[in-house]
């Protein structure tokens, strides 16, 4: 069994920050990467940015210089720094850990820009 708990959403104003953590206990093995995906109302959920077990990072193109993201490979716990947010950005944000056998998804957290 493997559970993803996920905090720091919350509402920020437009040019704000905010600090998204994930942590993965349970029954780990195979770690292939792990990451952040989004979801806007009436849109598919995304790729915001993803690390691999060896450390190699990925990012969609409409965060690139302002997220990033983080792991801790001795606690399975993944971050997201998200800098100069912007109302598009506003999206449940969901935790993602890659096994070779399985796909785990954190409940979401809400992060709303808004003025």
């Known amino acids: 069994q493997v559970q993803l708990v996920e905090s720091g959403g919350g509402l920020v104003q437009p040019g704000g920050s905010l600090r998204l953590s994930c942590a993965a206990s349970?029954?780990?093995?195979?770690?292939?990467?792990m990451g952040w995906y989004r979801q806007a109302p009436g849109k598919q959920r995304e790729l915001v940015a993803g690390?691999?077990?060896?450390?190699?990072?990925n990012y969609a193109d409409s965060v690139k210089g302002r997220f990033t993201i983080s792991r801790d490979n001795t606690k399975n716990t993944v971050d997201l720094q998200m800098n100069s947010l912007k109302p598009e950005d506003t999206a449940v944000y969901y935790c993602?850990?890659?096994?070779?056998?399985?796909?785990?998804w954190g409940q979401g957290t809400q992060v709303t820009v808004s003025s």
């Open positions: 993602n850990l890659r096994l070779l056998t399985y796909n785990y």
């Open positions: 349970g029954s780990i093995f195979s770690i292939v990467s």
């Open positions: 690390v691999t077990v060896g450390g190699r990072t």
